[in-house]
């Protein structure tokens, strides 16, 4: 799977294939229907910004990753409306941009953490109170529900561990089990399952 990186800024440009040196990525300064069909797109928000609404449907039918230089809450969920499989920092650390491209090549959405924290604070506002919900987790352990319950209100795997007094490693594995069990991807898809 060819990884396109467009951008019309010389100093993303240059750090961006310097991170992708390994994926023998392709540069462009503006997208083109050049790029193949299947393949990954990594590309600034001012250049999508810049395009009509055609070559928009054009760019969102590749697995697109829009990252911006100034991120933006609100950006980011009309760029995820649209079709965007990934959203972040244009300038954030390369163990991202690289985590970012393995979940992209694997057909996984990806955002920063903080921003999948602040899309579940705003599912909760919007949802309300996770009660009626609970039967969901009826097929879960007493300690799965009590991590079930702390990701799905946005708590970082540090702060569940602290507050039930055992270790991340135990958080992630709860989590494992409860993503399986309740047959969903990630805190996102379980905190918008406890919400609806």
């Known amino acids: ?23 023998k990525a392709v540069f462009m300064k503006e997208f083109s229907v050049e790029c193949e069909n299947d393949s990954i797109v990594f590309i600034s ?8 609404e055609q070559e928009i449907e054009n760019l969102f039918s590749r697995r697109v990753m829009l990252l911006s230089i100034n991120p933006d ?4 969920q009309n760029f995820l409306q649209m079709g965007a499989m990934g959203y972040g920092n244009a300038m954030m650390h390369e163990t991202h941009l690289h985590s ?10 990806w955002l ?14 919007i949802k ?20 079930a319950l702390m990701l799905g209100e946005g708590a970082s795997h540090q702060d569940i561990a ?20 309740l047959e969903v991807k990630d ?10």
Request: no cysteine; aromatic share 6%; hydrophobic share 45%.
């Open 1 to 23: 799977m060819k990884l396109y990186l467009i951008s019309d800024n010389n100093i993303l440009a240059t750090r961006w294939m310097t991170v992708f040196a390994d994926a």
């Open 45 to 52: 928000d001012t250049i999508v910004n810049a395009l009509s």
């Open 73 to 76: 809450f609100t950006q980011a």
């Open 100 to 109: 970012a491209y393995q979940a992209l090549t694997e057909g996984k959405v």
């Open 112 to 125: 920063h953490p903080d921003f999948i924290t602040m899309m579940i604070s705003k599912i909760h506002e």
């Open 128 to 147: 309300g109170s996770q009660e009626k919900s609970l039967h969901l987790l009826d097929e879960l352990s007493k300690r799965e529900r009590e991590v």
């Open 162 to 181: 602290d507050e039930l007094d055992i270790t991340v490693r135990t958080v992630k594995a709860h989590a494992t089990a409860i993503y399986q069990k």
């Open 187 to 196: 805190r996102l898809a379980l905190s918008l399952l406890l919400h609806k």
